[in-house]
């Protein structure tokens, strides 16, 4: 079946950038998504990227997309203690959604 | 952005009893909802499709009778955990689809089950 890996666990240092990295192996992916998941709640979705663009930008946020590699990346500028959380990369179409393992970033003071 | 509203957000039950979980899509209209299990720190598992008016379609490994799932109308989905055993202990999350936009799905808050 449909694979996507990221790794476990990020630490970060408080005004730092986090990058959280996504790697996935279906090709027929229209959407790639991020979201985010605090402790005992569900997912709220941070962004996506359609799967014929190169980045994405919102606030905060950027998105790169490597398509020809199947890597997807997350930045986070000037990370918070409140980006404290699992974050979950995602692939697929609308129809189905294949998750990652979830990297928990940690942001330390 | 859309509301998803998931109950319970807790529940506590005896083994061999059934338990419903609710999924509700507060603002817009969701032929499709998803059902998925996460396992402690592990990825989301989907485990069916849920489809207004028909029946649902459950993933390979999954049991239709044990996970029953009724989308009776356009805004609400049923999870009913059957016999539950405490194996099935874990943490329900359902999504929907708005109808009319195929961009993404939004997430309920999630339900926490503990079979005791």
């Known amino acids: 079946g449909e694979d996507v890996e990221q790794s476990l666990f990020l630490s970060v240092r408080e005004g730092d950038s986090s990058v959280i990295n996504c790697t996935y192996t279906?090709?027929?992916?229209?959407?790639l998504y991020w979201y985010k998941q605090e402790p005992g709640a569900g997912l709220q979705l941070l962004t996506y990227?359609?799967?014929?663009?190169d980045m994405k930008q919102d606030q905060r946020l950027t998105v790169l997309l490597n398509k020809k590699d199947k890597h997807l990346s997350l930045r986070i500028a000037d990370t918070q203690t409140g980006d404290s959380a699992i974050y979950f990369c995602?692939?697929?179409?609308?129809?189905?959604?294949?998750f990652g393992t979830g990297t928990r970033l940690q942001v330390t003071l | 952005g859309a509301v998803v509203s998931q109950h319970p957000s807790r529940v506590i039950c005896k083994s061999g009893t059934s338990v419903k979980i609710e999924c509700r899509s507060l603002?817009?209209?969701?032929?499709?909802m998803f059902w998925y299990r996460q396992f402690p720190k592990k990825s989301l598992m989907l485990m069916a499709t849920?489809?207004?008016?028909?029946?649902?379609?459950?993933e390979q490994g999954v049991e239709k009778d044990k996970f029953l799932i009724n989308h009776a109308s356009l805004t609400l989905s049923t999870l009913t955990v059957t016999s539950a055993h405490p194996e099935d202990s874990s943490f329900y999350i359902c999504?929907?689809?708005?109808?009319?936009?195929?961009?993404?799905?939004?997430f309920g808050q999630g339900t926490r089950l503990t079979v005791v």
């Open positions: 849920s489809n207004e008016g028909s029946k649902a379609t459950y």
């Open positions: 279906d090709s027929s992916s229209t959407y």
């Open positions: 990227i359609f799967s014929n663009m």
């Open positions: 995602a692939s697929g179409t609308a129809s189905k959604l294949t």
């Open positions: 999504s929907a689809r708005d109808s009319f936009m195929n961009t993404e799905a939004f």
């Open positions: 603002d817009f209209q969701a032929t499709t």
